[in-house]
């Protein structure tokens, strides 16, 4: 089956430190990935996506290779906000097969940045 | 645009009450879904819809009962529920029905069971 594993958290640093959220999946077939991020209160947002091997997302600061050779895709961004305080989902989907139309999250990553 | 909508945004009930979750969009999605999350947990699958059909059921309590009326709106009919049923219920779209696509999520209705 499809797995996901993220780092433990809550992380947390104080505003403009440098962020790694690692993230690491297992797959039968060929996935997509996600990181999803979810504000206190709020749904989940996309913050970005890679569909194929080396392929790089990014935005509003971060960025996430697909790593096909180490099965991982770990969220960075060079200097936090505190607007970034968040709770960081990284998930897979592969299409077709029995895993049709399911995301496979992870358990989630709590940010929380310090002024 | 890459909104879904969600009403109501907060919604208590008692465990005899009848109530129903919407959920919109429009951007021509084929696919919807409706997922559950509890606090400090990734939402959990439980409905998908494909083309207006249902496509999965993750093993769903009877309790909640999906409903599809067009390409644009998901409804989550709700009659009985238990106080465990209290959660975050996300709505989300896709393309379509093959599956890989990437899901936009709605904000959520925050459901209380008393």
């Known amino acids: 089956g499809n797995s996901v594993t993220q780092m433990e958290g809550p992380v947390t640093l104080s505003e403009e430190a440098f962020l790694t959220i690692n993230c690491t999946y297992t797959?039968?077939?060929?996935?997509?990935l996600f990181w999803y991020v979810q504000y206190p209160g709020e749904g989940l947002q996309l913050l970005l996506k890679?569909?194929?091997?080396?392929d790089k997302g990014s935005n509003k600061g971060f960025e996430a290779t697909y790593r096909k050779e180490t099965t991982s895709f770990h969220l960075e961004k060079g200097s936090v906000q505190v607007s970034d305080s968040a709770v960081y989902f990284c998930?897979?989907?592969?299409?077709?097969?029995?895993?049709?139309?399911?995301?496979?999250f992870g358990q989630g990553t709590i940010l929380t940045v310090h002024p | 645009d890459t909104e879904v909508t969600q009403t109501p945004k907060h919604l208590v009930m008692g465990m005899t009450n009848k109530k129903s979750l919407k959920c919109e969009q429009h951007?021509?999605?084929?696919?919807m879904y409706w997922y559950k999350q509890k606090a400090k947990k990734p939402p959990e699958l439980m409905f998908v819809?494909?083309?207006?059909?249902?496509?999965i059921n993750e093993s769903v309590p009877s309790r909640f009962s999906p409903e599809c009326p067009n390409s644009s709106l998901l409804n989550l009919h709700l009659h009985a529920l238990q106080p465990e049923d209290s959660a975050l219920y996300l709505c989300?779209?896709?393309?379509?029905?093959?599956?890989?696509?990437?899901?936009?999520f709605g904000p959520g209705t925050r459901l209380t069971v008393l």
């Open positions: 989300a779209s896709s393309q379509d029905g093959a599956g890989g696509d990437t899901q936009y």
């Open positions: 797959a039968t077939g060929y996935p997509s």
């Open positions: 890679a569909t194929k091997a080396d």
């Open positions: 998930a897979l989907i592969v299409a077709g097969g029995t895993s049709y139309g399911k995301l496979t």
């Open positions: 951007m021509g999605h084929r696919a």
């Open positions: 819809y494909s083309y207006e059909k249902l496509s």
